[in-house]
């Protein structure tokens, strides 16, 4: 199959949740089921702020991408955990700031693949691809033709790994593979990363997690230190690691925000 094959519906499993379709239920797209649906309602009898996360998450992947295109001067980005197409998307909110930006799309659930098409409108400056692959398996992104075609890696990345990885438990080593990912990238990149806690609602995230769990999801959340740890060897924009709607606010209208009730760490930084 090519990146740009339509995968049929029996390869699409709605037998059981998935946290990209969920998460599209929270940003209240249209592309999830009603397995989804059901899920997604549980996580929000115990985090009735479930959609305000998500909307502040979003948000502060425009501003992080409209920062390092508009004032960090980047023009490659490789989003991991790409998730459904909602507009804007990463490669809007950078071909806006700048026409000629190149941007590399990664996610697994085939029901992304279906609307890749989306995520491949470049503008006529610039240039997108889509890579159906596993974040647990890092080498087959760095190896990936369609990658090397669109970004080079002498010049500097932005490697996007937004609401991703509190879905990859520590049995899959994350720390290991966003170093792995970090390390095929030139000085001056960027590494930006947003990541669930449980460091403001301790009980409340119990719950959360439990819920994924039972719908067969891996899942885990975790402290400000150990998101620090994605970060070693970086140099934080400003302001550091932050709660996403304190990380370099713009206006933008969210209503019932707090620390709480967003639960995520978010940070930007370079690398040296």
């Known amino acids: 199959m090519t990146d740009l ?49 998500a909307r502040a998450n979003r948000l502060f992947m425009h501003r992080a991408t409209r920062w390092l295109a508009a004032e960090a001067g ?13 507009r804007p998307n990463l490669h809007q909110v950078a071909q806006e700031a700048a026409p000629e930006s190149h941007v590399v799309y990664v996610d697994n659930d085939p029901i992304v693949l279906r609307h890749a098409e989306a995520l491949m409108r470049s503008s006529p400056e610039g ?4 890579i159906q692959a596993d974040v647990r398996e890092p080498k087959t992104i760095i190896a990936s033709e369609q990658l090397h075609q669109t970004i080079d890696l002498t010049r500097p990345v932005a490697l996007s790994l937004n609401a991703l ?45 439990d819920v994924y769990h039972r719908g067969g999801i891996p899942a885990q959340v975790r402290s400000r230190d150990d998101v620090l740890r994605f970060f070693d060897g970086l140099e934080f924009v400003d302001p ?12 933008e209208p969210l209503d019932g925000v707090t620390d709480a009730a967003v639960s995520i760490y978010a940070g930007v930084a370079r690398k040296p």
Do not use: N
Not at 192 to 204: G, I, K, R, W, Y
Not at 246 to 251: E, I, N, S
């Open 74 to 86: 980047v023009r490659q980005f490789l989003d991991i955990g790409t998730g459904i197409p909602t």
């Open 165 to 209: 990885l509190h879905f990859v438990p520590d049995e899959f080593r994350p720390y290991e593979t966003v170093q792995y990912l970090l390390d095929a990238l030139p000085s001056g990149s960027y590494l930006v990363l947003s990541h669930c806690t449980q460091d403001f609602a301790p009980e409340m995230w119990e719950g959360v997690i």
């Open 240 to 251: 550091g690691l932050a709660v996403p709607h304190r990380w370099r606010p713009d206006g």
């Open 127 to 130: 240039r997108t691809a889509y």
């Open 5 to 53: 094959d339509q995968p049929s519906i029996h390869e699409i499993d709605t037998s059981k949740p998935h946290p990209a379709r969920m998460y599209d239920f929270y940003l209240q797209g249209k592309d999830y089921y009603e397995v989804d649906k059901e899920a997604a309602a549980k996580v929000e009898s115990v985090f009735p702020t479930a959609k305000t996360c």
